[in-house]
Each structure stands twice: as structure tokens, then as C-alpha cells.
């Protein structure tokens, strides 16, 4: 089994930064990708960025890139969303994910990932 355990969100003004991290225990941890979904109140969750866990190939939404920046460090197993210019629209609960499994799949699709973590909660006043 594996854990995925975030940290990093709270309460930032808009134009402000934010970094998240989100940290993989367990058994021996391997994915073949990682990301970040986001979950605003009333919605449903959304991607918001992926980074292919090996080979470091990055996935971003429209409405993140150029602000956010997703990275790891493997020896670490460790995620991170570098939030940028935030803005009051980001304010949502940040969740980490993993994929473990095999074969085909998309960065962008929340179904293909089996590994969640609790969630970080980010807020952006105006």
C-alpha cells in the first residue's frame, strides 16, 4: 500500500506563492506518473498538472500554465506544485496523486491514477 500525505497549503493574498509538496510512504514506491488535481467547492475535481515520474515530462491545464510549476525529487519521493500569482479562482482543496499501474493511460485523467492523498486545502483572497 502506499500513502501519499500533502502539505504546504493555507490562506496567501492574490499575486502571492504557495508551495506544496506531497510526500509517497509505503512499500517500495513506483509510478509511472504523478500529479496534482484541485477540487473547488461545488465542483468537481480537476487536473491541474502531471510530471511523468522517470523521465521528469511535465502536463499542465490552460488555466495553471505558466504560473504553477510541478517537479519531484525521486530519491525523496517526493512531489511538488509550485504555485505562483495566485489568483482567487485557485482556491480549492489540492490533492496529490499516483499512478502505479501499468500500461496505457492519460495524465490527464483522474480515473487513471489509484493513489490519492487527504488533500491540502488552499485559499487566495482578493
Known amino acids: 500500500q502506499v500513502q501519499l500525505v500533502e502539505s504546504g497549503g493555507g490562506l496567501v493574498q492574490a499575486g502571492g506563492s504557495l508551495r506544496l509538496s506531497c510526500v509517497a510512504s509505503?512499500?517500495?514506491?513506483?509510478?509511472?506518473?504523478m500529479g496534482w488535481f484541485r477540487q473547488a467547492p461545488g465542483k468537481e475535481r480537476e487536473f491541474a498538472a502531471a510530471?511523468?515520474?522517470?523521465?521528469?515530462?511535465?502536463y499542465y491545464a490552460d488555466s495553471v500554465k505558466g504560473r504553477f510549476t510541478i517537479s519531484r525529487d525521486i530519491a525523496k519521493n517526493t512531489l511538488y506544485l509550485q504555485m505562483n500569482s495566485l489568483k482567487p479562482e485557485d482556491t480549492a482543496v489540492y490533492f496529490c496523486?499516483?499512478?502505479?499501474?501499468?500500461?496505457?493511460?492519460?495524465?490527464?485523467?483522474?480515473?487513471?491514477?489509484?493513489?490519492w492523498g487527504q488533500g491540502t486545502q488552499v485559499t487566495v483572497s482578493s
Open positions: 496523486a499516483a499512478r502505479s499501474l501499468s500500461g496505457s493511460y492519460s495524465p490527464f485523467a483522474r480515473n487513471d491514477y489509484n493513489y
Open positions: 510530471i511523468s515520474w522517470i523521465r521528469g515530462i511535465t
Open positions: 509505503g512499500r517500495t514506491f513506483t509510478s509511472s506518473i
